[in-house]
């Protein structure tokens, strides 16, 4: 058996909280080949799909790897696509490289096409009845109209992730045409508004999903006393919750909707009782979860895929 990740530079990785490097770990543990690359290590040549990789060898305070080789697709029996976004151009083109891994019965988690075909905000609008009011709009007036009737409003851009570029508005907010003159680079770019959920204070919970089923664990990200972003990056405490009615709910509404479009591994995003996001690129947390829990998370994933 050899798997294959497909990961930002490895050099970037925290090695002590990556997901990704948890289910790496757990592969070579089972001893299944362990490969990774980065997003423009990807050629085509006569129809073959070639990848330059590297095996990777153990862990210690860092990855130890082989030199990189080069393989044709059909060499791996699954690739994990784990880059996180911006989903630019790159990202757009490693998705239809791809596609030649999938013709060829090769399992791509997620599905490239799947992937491509569902950004991370705007995917939650099939979902239209377990989402806080929302709108998508590049105007600066759709986004004051909805304002004036919600009082208080997140507006986030499209392709960001981590908390970036997120803010939060109400009536009084004297700067409120600055942060949409920022948001929709002066109307010509589109972004999602979506109404404030007071529960963010009781955390932002990430649950992981594969194939439809969800881990027994979320990870509740509370936010700091100086970010209303609950977002690990920007501050936001990791609390491991187990998951309630609430949760099971929202994810069983989704459910066969991911299982029909092979988005395998997924982790959603819950305030209250509403889905705000649906991360379908690298979903994180896995660390968090199984050192607050005990839950072998990794264990899980690879056996479940």
Same mark, same amino acid.
Do not use: W
């Given at each position: 058996?050899?798997?294959?990740?497909?990961?930002?530079?490895?050099?970037?990785?925290?090695?002590?909280?990556?997901?990704?490097?948890?289910?790496?770990?757990?592969?070579?543990?089972?001893?299944?080949?362990?490969?990774?690359?980065?997003?423009?290590?990807? =050629?085509?040549?006569?129809?073959?799909?070639?990848?330059y990789s590297?095996?990777?060898?153990?862990?210690?305070e860092k990855i130890n790897y082989k030199n990189s080789e080069l393989h044709e697709s059909a060499f791996f029996n699954k690739i994990f696509i784990r880059k996180d976004p911006p989903f630019d151009d790159d990202y757009l083109n490693l998705t239809y490289l791809l596609d030649h891994a999938v013709k060829k019965d090769i399992e791509v988690i997620n599905n490239p096409s799947s992937v491509r075909n569902h950004n991370e905000k705007l995917s939650i609008l099939n979902f239209e009845e377990i989402i806080p009011p929302t709108i998508v709009t590049s105007t600066s007036k759709d986004v004051i109209n909805f304002l004036r009737i919600h009082k208080k409003i997140v507006l986030k851009p499209i392709n960001g992730m981590g908390g970036n570029g997120?803010?939060?508005?109400?009536? =009084?907010?004297?700067?409120?045409?600055?942060?949409?003159?920022?948001?929709?680079?002066?109307?010509?770019?589109?972004?999602?508004?979506?109404?404030?959920?007071?529960?963010?204070?009781?955390?932002?919970?990430?649950?992981?999903?594969?194939?439809?089923e969800p881990l027994p664990f979320c990870l509740a990200r509370i936010p700091g006393d100086l970010d209303f972003r609950a977002n690990l990056a920007k501050g936001g405490v990791g609390v491991a919750k187990k998951l309630t009615e609430q949760d099971?709910?929202?994810?069983n509404s989704i459910k066969q909707y991911l299982v029909k479009n092979k988005l395998d591994f997924v982790g959603i995003d819950v305030i209250g009782k509403y889905l705000t996001e649906i991360n379908v690129t690298s979903p994180t947390c896995l660390v968090e979860i199984e050192k607050q829990t005990g839950f072998n998370c990794a264990e899980y994933v690879i056996d479940a895929l």
């Open positions: 058996m050899a798997y294959l990740f497909i990961i930002d530079p490895v050099d970037s990785l925290n090695t002590t909280k990556d997901s990704t490097l948890l289910l790496m770990k757990e592969c070579v543990r089972r001893k299944i080949d362990t490969y990774f690359c980065e997003i423009n290590q990807f =050629s085509m040549n006569e129809g073959n799909l070639n990848i590297h095996k990777v060898l153990g862990f210690k997120i803010f939060v508005t109400d009536n =009084s907010d004297q700067n409120l045409n600055s942060i949409l003159e920022t948001v929709t680079v002066k109307d010509s770019k589109v972004m999602m508004a979506q109404k404030y959920v007071s529960d963010i204070t009781k955390g932002d919970k990430r649950i992981i999903i594969i194939k439809g099971i709910k929202i994810v």
